[in-house]
């Protein structure tokens, strides 16, 4: 028991990334909203984000900015003072894929709507149905 | 043995595959068309002829194209059972061509254009089937012929038409992929070659139990050849025009299976193999259910295009029995047969046409009398049938004839009690037909008045083919030396 | 003569930048005039097509091109690598995305009308992401370039009207999901070794063995990847998405996307997974293989339930993945260079289907397979390309499809999975099925007015006249990828012994 407490707590950041990640997933799947879905897609790349920006923490470290010009010698930088900070940068990055994956999913999600009248998934499907039948009887194929 | 490099096989091929566009561009001008066609043939002919003293020399002719896949190219070479078997099939393309000419305007049929093209196409791949040195180049001229004479099966885009291209593909194109192909793989890995050499290439690499399956898969897999049970392609293919029953389905594409055939028994699996582990009565076996049931089958159908096309299946068996004795009698019998059977099938199929084109009769129940209306044209079919029967004077009495020996040389007496019965139901089926043709009363003729032929261009090249079986049965000197060089290139190592 | 080695320096540069540029330049001159865009994109295209087929023979003579985004040695800048591998797939990427460009003037303009600009803006958008998947070498890059090319993707398929948009939004889903896996099982291996760069990351791994991290970070990888190929059972968004998409859209997003995931499969599971790590520390090997198995069979049965002719089309692609993956996966040299060759050769003849389907249904304004009636005499050279392409995939001699199923049977024959064998087989002879069907239907059937009994966008009376051959810029680029076929064929022999094989031995030891 006391094992599994410290994995939890000694961990906690990796199992608040996958409780979202499965909140995330458990909105895009199960939810019949288009927008629910939207915000679960969402839920579950910023976990990701977060998972990222976790790994370059340090206890007791600072910001990696480094006030000596080049050239001094008198203090050698030690990493160990400073947090990582690519897995930061590269968050950056993520944050405007993932800001631009969610304004594409708005943007059909309204067209969408403009389309059907409405944003509920079975609500679409029902009017697929009976706009545009699919299933068409073939016309006199003999396949 | 000789060899030497040229681009002649290519050209031979090329001939009628270049003449392609052109026929298209002249689809205004019809006799301009004809005249590429005919041009195609001729070059295609003369190209093949002026390589036959050569190959009558023993000498052999190569040429590599390209290396498609790492150790495997497309490549060609003319030995003498290839040259025999292209010989042949260019030969009647010219006959053909000029018969298509008379039956297609008689009958004004639709889209000659695309049907004279793709007639070309096809016999690109079937003189490209002959001359392959290699499996990997035979298969792939085969799809093409197989692709290439689909649209001439379906010619008349209705509804009998589609569901005999259906069934045309489903048993070719879907044997090839399913049996061929695979066993082809399975060969190339395990021996690293597709070549066809004189002694096989599988022995000591592919054991007894594979081979047999192999064996089984290339005889049926090649369902050009209609190895029962997979025949059911050729009586539905007969929707076609005549002329492409005549040659294709006489001729071109069901030769291209039995030649594959002995080409896989020859070149790839080797006869001296295929004696040890004694498959030869396996495969004579199935040749000989084949040659028999098909002749009954035959005797029972009245329209006169599906009787020559069971008779056609039974023929094709004599070639394969004759190669799978592994007797040096046999082997020679069934390559000849390839040249003379072609002779006299092809007359028998213009003679249908010829009486189709003249009477608009199909059936063989509606020919009593018919031979006083075309006397020219039921001579000339009763020479093919006695070709095809094996009577003399006539070619296929040759081919035979040592078919007969080679089942006596190979012990097998049980199929030499099949080609007789089988010779006797060939006549069951074909002579009735002539007999009352003629010989009737007048009031059972079904055909009063005087004679009146089918227009030249169909009448002349029966009478040319019949008049060529019987020249083979004097002069069968240049089939039958060919023969006998493949069969020496075989034993002789 | 030095500024022509500077440019040829600087091609790994051009490839990503030139697209990217012309871009946005398309996006500014779309405000003043719509008929620039289109020689624009193309010649952006062309541009790529030179500096690919450039770098190609480069990498023929000197091998390995490694290009440093501002002068930054590796592992800690980013580089461009260029091995024989995507140089060879580049081109085809860059050949297929021109031909499909050059081609669509006609239809875009139909299609899209006062929104070309932003078509042809998405268009070299999405390749520039494409490119970029296959020449980084940088783990973190390629996601980013990942999302680049899937956000185009998803924006030029919910262009199209209709359940387009719906279609778009289910594929951006599954795409999201496939990315972040990805971007996930990337951070857990930042976690482990520190570096992004492939090369660098593929050094440090074997000395980690034993850790359970770089067994996450594979699956989430492999995992997120087979999401984006739409690899079977995760393949639900790929049918809809082509199908409704307009289609030269489908014609650019079929041949590629896919191809170009499998791609980055092979390239992350090589590089920076190793050979050794990924067929012998682990063993998925044979799940997967059945997996692909499963995914020809599924696609093929499912194609042939459509009645519309993209749909089976799509349907195709999914059964094509599942042989691609199937041949990697078997682990050997003749399987692995089939799947490398089919990346390639699929891509051209999904290429030629999807583009003949389009001109098909620019003509007809309609998709199902009832529409093709008569179409052998209105649009004969259209059908013939058709016909090329079908045959491609059904894998007859001498067109290239033969080729890679002729590698990947014999991997799947030496590796002895007979499953993967029959597999194939039955996809080809389901193939013929589905092609003979299309063609039985174009050539037996007479042109009829109204195709089915939904009249298209025209009036019947007017369909007769306005049903004829492709216009010329269409028909042009269409059967020059129907040439290509044949050609790729005849020279699969060489691309296999010059090229892929410069790969597959050195990365499988």
Known sequence: MEAITTLIIAKYNYWAVILLIVIGLYAMIAKKNLVKKIIGMNIFQTAIILFYVSIGAKRGATLPIIVHAHGDAAHAIHAADYINPLPHVLMLTAIVVSVATLGVALALAMKIYFHYGTLEEDEIQKKIMDREPDKVATSGEHL | METIDSIRPLIAILASLLVIPLIMVSRKAPNLREMWTLAGAGLKFLTIVSMLPLVLAGTRIECTLVEVLPGYGLELRVDALGMLFALVSSFLWIVTSVYSIGYMRSLDEHDQTRYFSFFALSLSATV??????NLLTLYLFYEMLTLSTYPLVTHHQDREARSAGRKYLFFILGTSIGMILPAMLYIALKTGTLEFASQGIVKGRISPQATTLLVLLFVFGFAKAAVMPFHAWLPAAMVAPTPVSALLHAVAVVKVGVFSIVRMITGIFGTGWLAELQL????????ALTIVISSLIALSQDGLKRRLAFSTIGQLSYIVLGVALLSKSGMVGGMLH???????KITLFFCAGAIFVATGVTNVSQMVGIG???PLTMSAFFIGALSVIGLPPCGGFISKWHLVIGTVEANQYLMLGVLLVSSLLNA????PIVYRAFFCTPAESMFPGPAAEAPTWCLVPPLLTAGLSIILFIYPQPFLRLARLAIQAISGG | MASL????QHLPAIIVAVPLLAALAVTALWWFSNKLCYPLSVGAGLIALAASAGLF????????????????????GIVFRVDHLNSLILVAVALVSFLNLAGSRVAAEKEFQEKVGAFYALYLLFTTGLFGILITGDAFNLYVLLEIASLTGYALIGIGSGRASLSGLNYVFMGTIGATLYLFGVGCLYVITGSLNMVDIGAILPNLWPSKVIVLAFLLCLGGLFVKMALFPLHGWLPNAYTYSPSVVSSLVAPLTTKVMIYAMVRVTLTIFTFDFAFNKISLQVPLVWLAVLAIIVGSLMALSQQRLKKMLAFIVVAEVGYMVGGFWLGNRAGMSGAVLHIINDALMTLCVFMAAGALSFRTGDDRLTSLK?????????MGAMVLGGLSLIGVPPTCGFFSKWYLISGGIEAGHYGFVAALIISSLVNIVLFFRCFEIAYFEPFSGSAGHQSGPMEPDDRSSTVVEAPADMLITLLTAAVLLIVLGIFSGQIVTRVIHQVIPALTG
């Open chain 2, 338 to 344: 390839i040249g003379m059977h072609a002779f006299g």
């Open chain 2, 128 to 133: 490209g089937v002959a001359f392959s040195a």
């Open chain 2, 428 to 431: 069951a089926y074909f002579l």
């Open chain 2, 280 to 287: 030869s009565t396996l495969v004579c076996t199935l040749a």
């Open chain 2, 372 to 374: 006083r209306r075309l």
């Open chain 3, 5 to 8: 080695e500077g440019v040829t």
């Open chain 3, 374 to 382: 008569g179409m052998f005499r209105k649009m004969p050279l259209t």
């Open chain 3, 57 to 76: 023979q480069q990498v023929l003579s000197y091998g390995v091109v490694e290009y440093r985004l501002g002068g930054w040695p590796p592992p800690w």
